[in-house]
């Protein structure tokens, strides 16, 4: 992106070569105050990462008000497991009381279940 706005007349010093995040949020927020900082109004963004970070990088963006497209790019085939767990472990451990109550909700609904079929002599 710094070759293409170099070449189309913005200098690298304008803040376009973004480069002081350490995560993908961090660069979501540097990237949506860049973006606010031009001028267009309503600008089509689009995010390039990983293919099985994108969902994850999605999240990120809407959360700090960039609407954004991801594109994710190929991932090898080796790597595609361990990727593919990392990211439904930041997931869950990102939504983790939506699990938490989802889980037990889970529970409480199958021993009421259990203890009516019991309760009707089912069992």
């Known amino acids: 992106m710094l070759d ?22 961090q660069n979501m927020q540097f990237s949506k105050r860049l973006i606010d900082q031009g001028p267009v109004k309503e600008p089509r963004t689009i995010f390039v990462t990983n293919n099985y970070h994108t969902f994850r990088a999605g999240m990120f963006a809407r959360q700090v008000g960039l609407y954004a497209d991801g594109i994710g790019a190929r991932t090898a085939r080796f790597f595609l ?13 990102r939504n983790k009381w939506w699990h938490v109550v989802a889980l037990v ?11 009516f079929d019991y309760y009707q002599g089912l069992i």
């Open 4 to 25: 293409y706005a170099v070449a189309h007349g913005l200098p690298a010093e304008h803040g376009w070569a973004e480069t002081a995040s350490k995560t993908t949020l």
């Open 81 to 93: 497991p361990n990727a593919i767990i990392r990211e439904y472990i930041a997931i869950f451990v």
């Open 105 to 115: 909700s889970l529970l409480i609904l199958s021993f009421l279940l259990v203890w």
